[in-house]
């Protein structure tokens, strides 16, 4: 039989074994939580989108380009440019002879 002062060692290394059980589950998933978060960056990293700026900023600068010749173009009468090609091509003729 078991008197008090075993009784309460007993439980006191009951509570011990459990503290340290508790202890080194949370320790275990600290664990998993640092490696999970240190992969992060690099894996950010990889999975990173191209730059796509250059690219956008080609298309962006054709597109002011084409639409200045659509203004030039809409700028003028069909019968303008009909008349303007004519001159030219008279022009062109005219030198050559």
């Known amino acids: 039989m078991r008197d008090g002062s075993e009784w309460r060692s007993a439980s006191r290394t009951d509570q011990l074994d459990d503290a340290t059980r508790a202890f080194d589950d949370l320790r275990a998933e600290v664990a998993v939580l ?3 978060v240190e992969a992060l960056g690099p894996a950010l990293k990889e999975n990173r989108s191209p730059d796509y700026s250059l690219t956008l900023g080609h298309i962006a600068k054709t597109q002011a380009t084409i639409g200045a010749r659509l203004e030039a173009i809409e700028g003028h009468s069909p019968l ?7 001159g030219a091509v008279s022009h062109r003729i005219g030198s050559r002879l």
Not at 80 to 86: F, G, P, V
């Open 34 to 36: 640092r490696r999970a």
């Open 80 to 86: 303008e440019l009909i008349y303007s090609h004519r």
